[in-house]
């Protein structure tokens, strides 16, 4: 599977929300140009984190958006999972165990194999909860640097 930029720039928009909305509502256009996403397109995202009652909009001259649970209770799990509105990796595995997508619908054993391992991923992007990201960013960008060979 291959998640689409709705999950992460979704990602990153909460994560800015949750380093930027703690005293006051954040505009989407401070957001867009952080980020380096289009206006519009966080526009659509926002909607759906809204929807799910992940984000808060505040009206008004000084309005924007603030977080609407605490960052401890959301995770990149739920992020992905209302971004790509699934928890699958597969067409074959989206309805419960019936296809009807491939020659082989249900009769096929390698679909045990992808609802296996959509229940794996999503238990890893859960363990990623938006707090601890944010306490242990210098940790995880040093993690991330790849060191460079000296010539």
């Given at each position: 599977m291959?998640?689409?930029?709705?999950?992460r720039?979704?990602?990153?928009?909460?994560?800015?929300l949750?380093?930027?909305s703690?005293?006051?509502?954040?505009?989407?256009?401070?957001?867009?140009?952080r980020?380096?996403?289009?206006?519009?397109?966080?526009?659509k995202?926002?909607?759906?984190?809204?929807?799910?009652?992940?984000?808060?909009?505040?009206?008004g001259?000084?309005?924007?958006?603030m977080?609407?649970?605490?960052?401890?209770?959301?995770?990149v799990?739920?992020?992905?999972?209302?971004?790509?509105?699934?928890?699958?990796i597969?067409?074959c595995?989206?309805?419960?165990?019936?296809?009807?997508?491939?020659?082989?619908?249900?009769?096929?054993?390698?679909?045990w194999?992808?609802m296996?391992?959509?229940?794996?991923?999503?238990?890893?992007?859960?363990?990623f909860?938006?707090?601890?990201?944010l306490?242990?960013?210098?940790?995880?960008l040093?993690?991330?640097?790849i060191?460079?060979?000296?010539?």
């Amino acid at each position: 599977m291959r998640l689409t930029t709705k999950s992460r720039y979704g990602t990153r928009l909460l994560l800015d929300l949750a380093i930027y909305s703690k005293k006051e509502p954040v505009r989407l256009s401070d957001v867009s140009k952080r980020q380096g996403i289009s206006l519009k397109y966080l526009e659509k995202l926002i909607r759906n984190l809204k929807q799910a009652g992940y984000v808060k909009s505040i009206r008004g001259p000084y309005g924007g958006y603030m977080l609407a649970k605490p960052t401890k209770e959301i995770s990149v799990g739920d992020i992905v999972r209302i971004m790509e509105d699934s928890q699958t990796i597969t067409d074959c595995t989206e309805k419960e165990n019936v296809c009807g997508v491939c020659t082989q619908a249900g009769e096929c054993l390698s679909q045990w194999i992808w609802m296996e391992t959509a229940k794996a991923m999503f238990e890893k992007l859960d363990s990623f909860k938006i707090d601890k990201l944010l306490t242990s960013s210098t940790k995880i960008l040093k993690k991330k640097s790849i060191p460079t060979k000296n010539a």
